[in-house]
């Protein structure tokens, strides 16, 4: 009785975790208190069932003949399967019989990890996207770049890696003056990247990269320091925060440069959504630039965050021609 209403518990927390529509999730138990004894010999069938109209959702049958797991699409299977591992776990157990149907409220649900701030592996992401998965998220938003690392090959641009990739020191605490003096770093090559892309797919899983701009380049600035208004010397940064180099919205070079990283990008990411980032940005270096002030007055643009929104429009057209959509904080 007390493995029963474990088990029984067990499906009623998976399915409020996975499940927060307006009507609950089903769960009936079989009135005669029978049960079903699980081991590694136990049949479980996959079956797709067009009947079933919620493309994400799932239906799982405890019973006499074993557990049948249904859904309309192969998505909806996964994540029924996903939910038999969290109510089994990692040992035998008897479960009631019951047939347990759910689906997800939400069609974006989705995780963050920041590889740009303190990098982690390639096979970490794939731990990461493990759990994603489990948990019955289908969205990875990967946030690859920012000032104290570029993590992505960019093979016109080598430097990002050679260069934008590590730091020297990082700073201990919260901007408290005082460094480790240990080197940090590490990247993604592209052959990494497609794989983890591909893995992240067989798990029901897109991932929407985030390549942020024109703030948060310092590692750009190190690896191209022409890209900046100042023109350097820059460095790849140890501290935290909002920095007041920037890229350089006159300059063509830029936006040339912004171009051929979002060409690489979308070959290795099918997502529908890029994150262009686009927020902390400073203006300060851009109200005493020649280049910034002369495409403002070329353009009529009458501020620097109308000449911001000149370079946001430029990127989010390049990337719609491109069939994408830009998002940003």
């Given at each position: 009785l007390t493995v029963f209403f474990l088990a029984l518990t067990a499906c009623i927390a998976l399915r409020a975790q996975f499940d927060i529509s307006p009507q609950p999730a089903?769960?009936?138990?079989?009135?005669?208190g029978r049960a079903l004894p699980i081991d590694a010999h136990t049949p479980i069938t996959e079956l797709t069932n067009p009947k079933m109209t919620a493309s994400e959702g799932y239906r799982i049958t405890i019973g006499k003949q074993g557990i049948t797991i249904e859904g309309s699409t192969d998505a909806g299977i996964f994540y029924g399967r996903q939910a038999l591992t969290q109510v089994l776990g990692s040992h035998p157990a008897t479960l009631p019989y019951a047939v347990i149907e759910s689906a997800p409220r939400f069609s974006y649900r989705a995780m963050h990890l920041d590889v740009s701030r303190h990098f982690f592996g390639k096979d970490f992401v794939k731990q990461y996207i493990d759990m994603l998965a489990l948990h019955g998220m289908n969205t990875?938003?990967?946030?690859?770049t920012d000032d104290q690392g570029w993590r992505i090959e960019i093979k016109k641009w080598p430097r990002l890696t050679e260069v934008g990739s590590m730091r020297n020191r990082t700073v201990i605490g919260r901007n408290t003056g005082l460094y480790d003096y240990v080197p940090h770093g590490g990247y993604f090559t592209q052959d990494d990247i497609r794989e983890i892309v591909e893995y992240a797919r067989q798990h029901y899983i897109t991932i929407i990269p985030e390549i942020d701009m024109p703030g948060h380049m310092l590692a750009v600035l190190a690896a191209y320091p022409e890209?900046?208004?100042?023109?350097?010397?820059?460095?790849?940064?140890?501290?935290?925060?909002?920095?007041?180099?920037?890229?350089c919205a006159g300059n063509p070079k830029v936006y040339q440069f912004l171009e051929d990283v979002m060409d690489e990008v979308v070959s290795l990411f099918p997502s529908k959504y890029v994150h262009m980032g686009g927020d902390e940005c400073p203006r300060v270096r851009w109200e005493h630039c020649p280049k910034c002030q002369q495409l403002m007055h070329s353009e009529q643009l009458s501020s620097e965050d109308a000449?911001?929104?000149?370079?946001?429009?430029?990127?989010?057209?390049?990337?719609?021609?491109?069939?994408?959509?830009v998002i940003g904080w």
């Open positions: 089903s769960i009936s138990v079989d009135a005669k990875l938003h990967w946030h690859l890209l900046g208004c100042a023109g350097g010397p820059y460095e790849v940064c140890p501290d935290w925060g909002v920095f007041d180099d920037v890229l000449l911001q929104g000149y370079m946001m429009r430029h990127i989010e057209k390049y990337l719609a021609a491109k069939g994408r959509t």
